[in-house]
């Protein structure tokens, strides 16, 4: 067994653009890069729900965030509005959206739910898809409509899964320019990416943004029980994430639905993984009250896994997950909103 890689703290400055390889040098050769301490300090709960520090930022998030995607598919959107709110009620305040989720729905919709107070409660993220500074702001600006809100706590450059999205979004005339000029003019507090596809892509963005003197405040990537073994983000991407103290935001924990079908693991055991790695909430699809029932259940009865039991569990993936099969927004382009819709892109 490998020994524990125990990560300190970074002084919050720029990443440098050799960090990655400063960074893989600093493993032993007896431990992979990428092995890292399972997720073991306290966190403070608060009713049913456990709150982790979402990198340097000094914002407390649940543990459990309420995905965009899911809560735009009730065919009546007054059960998406009572969704959300009773989620928020149960202690979730982390909110995911994008601009491109069901056309534009779940951010209408969600809008909708964080009137009467509930946008006070919540920590609120949406992505943008656009490449240029002229999209990127159009969207910004279309999602904060549609949010009802004057501020996004999280914008997020979504779908960075082309070796080319880091370098076009740095570019001259890139929406890195629309996403800073709305940080300075209020409507973004914190700015970070997201992308399904192989942990070398987000790599690269790591390190184009060290190149141009930016630190991105949270990082979302897939956490799951079959990534350890094939392009995996955890190997990869999150040692380098806790070392820089950048928010870790998890998601695909089921894939979608497509790991439970592995017939391998319960979606409680999924959700258990993913929280006990160092990330700051795990982003879940629920898309009705019984899954919200059964994901908060997860949460009251959660206990980090020791390393015993993640070896266990790692074990009884390890087939099944070693070519890619139960990931498929790795391998293929279901998943991938911006290839189907490149005009999306600007």
Known sequence: MHR???LKAAVAAPVAADSVLDWLKTCSADEPAGTIALAAQPAPRRGEMIYRPLGRTGEQISLLGLGGFHIGRQKDPQDSIRLIRTAIDRGINFMDNCWDYNRGASEVRMGQALRDGYRQK????????????QAGAEQIDQSLK?????????LQFHEI????DPDRIFAPGGAIEAAVAAQKAGKVRFLGFTGHKDPRIHLKMLEVAGRHQFR???VQMPLNVMDAHFRSFRQQVLPLLVKEQIGVLGMKSMGNGVILGSRLVTPTECLHYAMSLPSSTVITGIDSMQVLRQDLDAVRRFKPLDAGQMAALLRRTAAAASQGRYEPFKTGTGFDGTTHHPQWLG
């Open 146 to 154: 549609r949010l009802e809100t004057d501020r996004l706590d999280l």
């Open 122 to 133: 919540v920590f609120l993220m949406t992505k943008i898809d656009g490449r240029t500074r």
């Open 216 to 218: 991105f405040d949270a």
């Open 161 to 164: 899964i082309r070796m080319e």
């Open 4 to 6: 524990r890689l125990f």
